[in-house]
Every structure is written in structure tokens, then in C-alpha cells.
């Protein structure tokens, strides 16, 4: 009988011990551009770094787990699908997410584009401490954002809705690419901003391939050691771009940009800007997300706008 109720006891409390261990069972890892994220769970409080990352998960239906999102000053507003539920998130920062409102947010994760973290952003090893997971937003061609995507649809269990939106891209860019398939491609400077130079994109930059989805070339495609630099004016006259593609984001407004362009005295010599060949397009329009084919068709029209 001792011998009995001591078996039991033991049972009981090697039940009880297997019951307070975690649970395993939802925990997930993904290879997030050579870094590797361990995922514990769902996530079900998050934060969002760029306007960018902030559709794409509106997109995949996860908008009502967004806490907080930032760098709404690179923005022109949500487009018309994504924008009853944008505008019902709270804003965390206006412009970048800030340390200590990131780690008093209460967020358990955060899905946030590149330049937010590392030495002047948010530290990536203090989220660690905090028990704040973070995927980044680093795409740079279209294979790295269907990743992206997908990895996402994993992490908030919305594969079908991954699936199924980059099936959606894919098709409306493939339309297209039909339509301006016999078109002459055009060289295109990416316009940031100016100053001492030009502020463009380089070739590893995902606009660039967003250019070239649309019929057109960045001019400056063959730098490709960073997604953005500035190049002299005297290099911008030596490439003698057709179309001029301007940011439009925050301040100076774009109408400011083309006016500051026109006024320049070398940029003013370009052929392209003497016939206004000036083609209009918001900041995240181009960042890896949502936005791709809105983009591809934007960009098109503007490109050769007798094909649409």
C-alpha cells in the first residue's frame, strides 16, 4: 500500500512538471537574410516600422494585431484597400521608432524595413532582452519579397492569404509587361532628393526592379555595393536619362522637387527636363511590400503613358 501511494505520487508530480514545461509545439524558425529568427508563437501584439510593412500585413488580414506603426512621414497615405484599417492604428512614432517607445510598447513583435535597426536605429540584441521578436524588411528583388511574404503568412498562420496575394501581383504585372512589351526600354534617374548631388537608388535597390518591370532602366544600375547613394550632376548629364522619376514624401513636396530640378543649372541642361519628362511616385510605393504591382502599373503609365 506505501509502495502504491509513493508510485503515485511520483506519477503526479512528474505530470505536473511535463504540464509546466513550455509548449513547444507553435514555435517557429525562418531564415530572415542570413539571420535566424525563432518565433515562440503567433504574434499577437506588433509593431511596424515603415508604412510599407504596415499594408502588407493589412493585406494578409493581420492589421488587427498592429499596435503601433511609424515613419508615416514617408507617406502619402494608405491606398483606398488599406485604408479604413490603416488609419484605425495608432501611430508609435511619426517619423522613426524611438528606443523607448519601442521597448515600452508592449509589442512581442515587430516587422520593420532595414535602415530602422543596427548602430543608429533599434538594437536588435536589446529586443532580444525584451522578449521582442523582429523580422526585417531588407527585399531586394521580387524573389526576396515573395520570401518575405511567405515567411510572414507562416508566422501569423495566413498562408492561404500569402499565397493567394502573390498570386495576385504576379498576374496584375504580367498584364503589365504585356501591354509594353514592344516598347523601347527608357533610361530613368531616380530622384530622392538633391543637394550636393542627386540622393538615387542603386542597382540592388527593389525599386530598380520595379523600373524594370514597368518598361524602364535605372541609370544608375551598376552601383551595387549599397541600395542608395549620391552621385554628382556631372555623372547624372554623362547618363542622359529619358524619364525622371521623383519621390514624393514628407517635405519638400514633389512640385517643390521638379521646381528645385528645373532651377538647377546642370540638371536644366537635361533634354528630359526641358520636356517636363517628370514622372510622379510616393516613397513607399517603392519599398518592398504591398505595393508592387500598384507600383509596376504607376510607373508604367507614367513611362509610356500612350500604352495606357
Known sequence: MLITTILLVISACSQQAESQEPDQTNTLTVDNYGREVTIPDVPKRVLTFGPNTTELLIALGQGDKI?????????????????????????????????????????????????????????LAELDDYEITAYLNSAGSLEDIYQEITDIGTIFDAEDEAEAFITDQQERM???????????????????????GVFTA?????????????????????????????V??????????????????DVPSAEEKIAEIQNNA???????VQQERFVTISLESVLPGARMAYAVEELARGFYPELF
Do not use: M
Open 67 to 123: 499596435i503601433g506603426n511609424t515613419l508615416n512621414n514617408h507617406s502619402r497615405g494608405a491606398l483606398p484597400e488599406y485604408k479604413e484599417q490603416y488609419e484605425q492604428i495608432p501611430e508609435l512614432t511619426h517619423g522613426s521608432a524611438t528606443r523607448e517607445a519601442v521597448l515600452s510598447s508592449g509589442a512581442d513583435f515587430i516587422y520593420g524595413i532595414d535602415w530602422e535597426f543596427g548602430e543608429e536605429g533599434i538594437d
Open 174 to 196: 504580367a498584364e503589365v509587361e504585356e501591354k509594353r512589351k514592344d516598347s523601347e526600354p527608357l533610361d530613368v534617374l531616380v530622384y530622392d532628393s538633391g543637394g550636393e
Open 202 to 230: 542603386g542597382g540592388d535597390n527593389f525599386e530598380t526592379r520595379l523600373i524594370e518591370l514597368a518598361g524602364g532602366r535605372n541609370i544608375f544600375d551598376d552601383i551595387t555595393d549599397k541600395q542608395w547613394s549620391t
Open 232 to 249: 554628382s550632376y556631372e555623372e547624372v548629364l554623362a547618363r542622359e536619362p529619358d524619364v525622371i522619376l521623383i519621390h514624393d514624401y
Open 266 to 272: 546642370a540638371l536644366a541642361e537635361l533634354e528630359s
